[in-house]
């Protein structure tokens, strides 16, 4: 398999990278973190934590502040490693399980399907990069719309977060079946025609 997704510089696939750009929007970062209790953890742990660049936070964080702050939090490095180390510990919740709360809230059918090419290690949910490359196979001859395999990409983009081990196996599985979402995981579109 290419090795295209090693020269990205952008996270999850660059551990030290700016957010890729599919997932650096304030609006979507706010929808992952719009469950009331996610919510919650992740203002006081942007109240609490100090990060490079890290906006001024006001006493009370409206839900713009909140966008804003998650733009900065997970465009940083170290922001992204605090809350990481935090996560482990259930202290609060990383990005990529806001995305799969997110996911199964707004389509819990595929949610179903992704979950079936999982298996559990100590009550975590890991994919499993043959099980990811058949159902996306399936979905390829279901022609699903394009919100769906955007909400998918999110989901890819979330397991290569939880699984830094995997990320590129992952990201470029993904990007065979749907090479349309390269820029978006920050890899080179692949020129057509050869």
């Known amino acids: 398999m290419s090795t295209a997704l090693q020269a990205v510089t952008a996270y999850p696939f660059n551990l030290d990278g700016p957010l890729c750009s599919l997932l650096n929007h304030a609006e979507l970062l706010g929808e992952f973190y719009a469950e009331e209790g996610l919510r919650h953890g992740i203002k006081s742990f942007c109240k609490k934590a100090a990060w490079p660049g890290k906006p001024v936070v006001p006493f009370v964080i409206s839900p713009e502040n909140l966008k804003g702050l998650l733009l900065s939090l997970f465009n940083t490095p170290a922001a992204r490693a605090s809350l990481q180390r935090l996560s482990e510990s259930d202290r609060a919740t990383y990005l990529d399980n806001a995305i799969w709360v997110w996911f199964i809230t707004v389509n819990p059918k595929l949610a179903e399907r992704v979950l079936g090419c999982c298996h559990e290690i100590k009550g975590k949910s890991f994919i499993k990069p043959e099980a990811?490359?058949?159902?996306?196979?399936?979905?390829?001859?279901?022609?699903?719309?394009?919100?769906?395999?955007?909400?998918?990409?999110?989901?890819?983009?979330?397991?290569?977060m939880l699984q830094p081990d995997d990320r590129y196996r992952l990201g470029e599985i993904f990007l065979s079946a749907f090479p349309e979402f390269a820029e978006g995981f920050g890899a080179a579109k692949v020129p057509s025609g050869g």
């Open 132 to 160: 990811l490359q058949k159902l996306l196979s399936d979905l390829q001859k279901e022609s699903p719309d394009a919100n769906v395999v955007t909400q998918l990409a999110y989901v890819v983009l979330a397991f290569a």
